[in-house]
Structures are given as structure tokens and as C-alpha cells.
């Protein structure tokens, strides 16, 4: 594993609260991301440098660009067709859980165009969080056994999905059928050490949070509290370590034109004083140069 210090620094835009799921847009050159307890969905185009958000009267976790335009938004209360131009949204499905104990969390389509979109079980025990599949106008639970859903990403040929439990540390790999979205031959890609009560984060990696895939099929994932994004090969492998100005990322997403500006997404809920005092770039989106492009986001149908 190689370690590096990559020059990061935020781009012009408020911090979130909790910012998660960018994804950059190839249509409209800008950078889309939810800060979910602020309720806020953000778009940012670097070329000009305005910031615009709308504001939600329920949390917005995740969302990914339509074909035909508009986004798909995964919250709290269920799925939405989304128009940022119209600031309007339209239910394409209701919450198929109990709003009071879960929400959706992370969600991506597949290259299909298939979305898949994970829950939060908030109170942590059992791990009664799900993994859905958005497909043709119907929601399917497809997975289940965690308690945070995050990690979602696919291989460049479609034909392995990724999926994390934030809590477990634990990065899942599957099989699935190009046709169909059907999984199969569950292993686990990677895990990582637990916390330990008491532990001081300096010794502490960080578990698995969201992720993206590069042009190379490898495995970009932000280790929430552990100050650092790591990039594993698709055998599960650590190849490199990137060491980041703020503790807690949530989640990469590969942008620019070339698709090789790494934006990701950070948290500042919840952090104690002093932390935040060290660390004013934290919930900012931050943005550094990489090597290897990514892949382009998929759009869902």
C-alpha cells in the first residue's frame, strides 16, 4: 500500500452538515450532493463558480441524474422524481418502512439504469436495514442483514456490485446479472477493524462510508473518522492510502470534464469543538487531482 497526500481543498460552497451522495452531471458541467439533516440538495458548476440549493422539509440522502432530465432523490418519506429547475417533486414511491425508525441512505444506478438505494436503521440494533432495487416503476427489497447501507458502486463491466455496512466495516462484493440485476456469490470484499470503546482516532482507520469506482476497477471508498479515502484493487486489495485535511469523508465521486478532479463530501454533525476548531474544512465538499479517471455517473431510467 502506498501512502499519499494528495493537495485537497474545498470548492466555493457552504459546508453541509452531512454531505453525501455528489455525483457530477456531464450534461450541465456542475456537481450535485445532499446534506441530509440540513435537507438540502446542492449543485455547483466550476466553471462559473455558482452555488444553488433547494431546501426539503424532509431529509434528502441520495440522488442520481434521470434520463429525459431531472434527478431521482431517495429520502426519508420514500423515492422522488425531482425537477431542480421547476423546484418541484413528484412521489414515485412511498417509504416501504417506518419513517420513525429508518430512512434511505445510499443510492446509485446501476449502468442499466437500474436505482439501488439502501436504508438507515437508526437505532443501530438489530440490523434491520434493507437494500432496494428501483426498477421499471416497482421497488424491490433485495438484500437485508445491516444496519447502515453505504458503499454502493459498480465495476466498469456491470457485472459486480459493491455494498458497505457502515457499521460492521464491512465492504460486501456480488455477482449480478447485467439482464436482470440479479445477485449472486456474496463475499466479502474487504473489512476493516472495528473501534474499540475508548479508542483515540489517531489510531482509528475509520469505517466504510460511500465509495466510487475508477476507469481501472478499483474501489475508492471514505473512511468516516478515519481521515483518509483508501483505493482498493478489485481483489480487495489496499493499494493506496490518500490522507485528507478533515476527519470525517463521507463519500467520493470522480467529476471534472475529464473525470479525473476526485470531489468528496464530509461531515461536520455531531464533532466536538476542538476537532472543528482544527479542522475549519470539515463538511465541506473537497476536491483534489487523481491519476486514473473515473467512471461517468449512470443515469437512471
Known amino acids: 500500500m502506498s501512502a499519499v497526500l494528495f493537495e485537497a481543498s474545498p470548492i466555493d460552497a ?23 439533516p440540513g435537507k438540502r440538495l ?26 429525459g ?20 417533486r413528484t412521489l414515485l414511491a412511498a417509504a416501504p418502512y417506518d419513517t420513525a425508525f429508518e430512512r434511505f441512505n445510499d443510492g446509485k444506478a446501476d449502468p442499466q439504469g437500474r436505482f439501488w438505494v439502501g436504508t438507515i436503521y437508526e ?19 433485495v438484500a437485508g442483514g445491516v444496519t447502515v447501507s453505504n458503499g454502493l458502486a459498480w465495476s466498469p463491466d456491470g457485472g459486480t456490485l459493491y455494498w458497505s455496512d457502515t457499521k460492521t466495516h464491512r465492504v460486501r462484493s456480488f455477482a449480478m446479472d447485467v439482464r436482470n440485476g440479479q445477485l449472486s456469490q456474496e463475499r466479502e470484499f474487504a473489512a476493516f477493524p472495528v473501534k474499540q470503546p475508548g479508542q483515540d482516532l489517531s489510531t482509528y482507520g475509520g469505517r466504510p462510508d460511500g465509495a466510487a469506482v475508477d476507469a481501472e476497477g478499483c474501489y475508492w471508498t471514505a473512511m468516516f473518522e ?76
Not at 69 to 88: K, T
Not at 123 to 141: I, K, S
Request: with cysteine; aromatic share 10%; net charge negative.
Open 123 to 141: 437505532p443501530r440494533d438489530p440490523a434491520l436495514a434493507h437494500l432496494y432495487c428501483w426498477d421499471e416503476g416497482h421497488l424491490t427489497r
Open 42 to 67: 446542492n449543485r455547483f458548476h466550476p466553471d462559473s463558480g455558482l452555488h444553488a440549493f433547494w431546501v426539503f422539509d424532509c431529509e434528502p440522502a441520495c440522488c442520481a441524474p434521470l434520463l
Open 226 to 301: 478515519g481521515q483518509r479515502l483508501l483505493r482498493l484493487s478489485p481483489a480487495g486489495e489496499v493499494l493506496r492510502e490518500v490522507r485528507l485535511p478533515v476527519r470525517c469523508a463521507t463519500m467520493p465521486a470522480f467529476g471534472g470534464h475529464d473525470l479525473r478532479t476526485l470531489y468528496v463530501t464530509t461531515a461536520k454533525e455531531g464533532r466536538p469543538e476542538h476537532e472543528l476548531a482544527q479542522q475549519p474544512w470539515a463538511g465541506r465538499v473537497l476536491q483534489l487531482r487523481v491519476d486514473v479517471p473515473g467512471l461517468p455517473v449512470n443515469f437512471a431510467r
Open 69 to 88: 432530465g431531472d434527478l431521482i432523490l431517495g429520502m426519508r418519506d420514500g423515492l422522488w422524481r425531482f425537477s431542480p429547475e421547476a423546484a418541484q
Open 14 to 36: 457552504p459546508a453541509s452538515l452531512l454531505g453525501e451522495s455528489p455525483f457530477w452531471h456531464p450534461d450541465e458541467a456542475a456537481l450535485y450532493w445532499c446534506d441530509i
